[in-house]
């Protein structure tokens, strides 16, 4: 490999980090479901589709009340799981 190839993956390199910390910082939304219910606003939630990663005590901020097995949708402020709250209820269609 010469020096310009070298240099071009050094480059790419550079900006995929660049990329990557700016994205981290970007808010986003994640598919949770209910698995215990802590107290009447918080409940223990397990991210899917990897159920063994959970969160604890997170506060329910809908206007829904929830049961185990439900899904919901988590809001992580600038993508972090320690500052994060349920945002949103999935309801099932019930429709034809």
Known sequence: MGNSDKAANELVDIIRNVIQQ?????DSTILCQIKQQ???D?????IVPDEEISLRNVVNMTKFDLQVGDYVYVYKIRNQLSNCFICYKLVPYLGK
Do not use: F, N, R, T
Request: hydrophobic residues 40%; proline residues 0%; negative net charge.
């Open 42 to 46: 918080h409940y223990d939630v397990a």
């Open 38 to 40: 802590k107290d009447a």
């Open 22 to 26: 700016e994205l981290s910082k970007i």
